[in-house]
C-alpha cells in the first residue's frame, strides 16, 4: 500500500492546516504521526476503519481532528489552534491490522510533510 501526504505548510501559532493522505489501498486502520525536531517520531492520531472510532495524543485533543472518506482513499488531519511545539515532519501510516498507538506496528507509511508554527 502506497500513501501520499499533503497539506504541511507554515503558520503561526493559533492557525489551522489539514492535512490530506491518499492511500492506494483504504480498508484498514489509519494512524498520523510526527516527528518533532531532534525527538523520535510519536502518534498523534488514529482512526478505525469504518471511521466509527477515533484516537488522539493528549496534547492535541480537542485541536486535532481526523476523518476519513474511504470513497476518496482518503484520510485527513485538521489542525486547529496549532502550537509551536506542533512543529514537525507529520505521515500518515497503515496498520492492517487493529488500532494500536505503537510506531513500530504500522505497515506502510508516507513520505511526510512538514508543518512549522511560529509565533
Known amino acids: 500500500v502506497q500513501l501520499q501526504a499533503s497539506g504541511g505548510g507554515s503558520v503561526q501559532v493559533g492557525g489551522s492546516l489539514r492535512l490530506s493522505c491518499v492511500a492506494s489501498g483504504i480498508n484498514y486502520a489509519l494512524g498520523w504521526f510526527r516527528q518533532p525536531p531532534g525527538k523520535e517520531r510519536e502518534y498523534v492520531a488514529g482512526?478505525?476503519?469504518?471511521?466509527?472510532?477515533?484516537y488522539y495524543r493528549d496534547s492535541v485533543k480537542g485541536r486535532f481532528t481526523i476523518s476519513r472518506d474511504n470513497s476518496k482513499k482518503s484520510v485527513y488531519l485538521q489542525m486547529n489552534n496549532l502550537k509551536s511545539e506542533d512543529t514537525a515532519v507529520y505521515y500518515c501510516a497503515i496498520r492492517f491490522g487493529s488500532m494500536t498507538y505503537d510506531v513500530r506496528a504500522y505497515d506502510s507509511w508516507g513520505q511526510g510533510t512538514l508543518v512549522t508554527v511560529s509565533s
Open positions: 482512526i478505525v476503519r469504518d471511521g466509527s472510532m477515533t
